[in-house]
């Protein structure tokens, strides 16, 4: 996936980017803790078999791409604050 330049975009274009990553990001946190929730939830009633101990570590596989969100999140707030000044 080639990398966005985000020089070249304007400050609105930026700052939808920015909201857009912020409302998925919070949607997928909210997802995650549900399923861990629910895997956890699971593990109590059921006991540990092999489908709670896989679905326990679908949450956990997913974090890399909320770092790389909040990461793209950061760079364009960096950006944002280097054209206030």
Do not use: H, W, Y
């Amino acid at each position: 996936m080639e990398k966005e330049n985000l020089q070249s975009l304007s400050i609105t274009e930026l700052e939808k980017k920015k909201k857009t990553i912020g409302v998925v990001s919070a949607i997928l946190i909210g997802m995650l803790l549900t399923l861990l929730g629910l895997d956890i939830l699971l593990i109590i009633k059921k006991g540990f078999s092999g489908l709670s101990v896989a679905l326990c570590t679908v949450p956990f596989t997913l974090l890399p791409i909320l770092l790389i969100m909040f990461s793209q999140k950061a760079a364009i707030e960096k950006e944002l604050k280097s054209r206030a000044n």
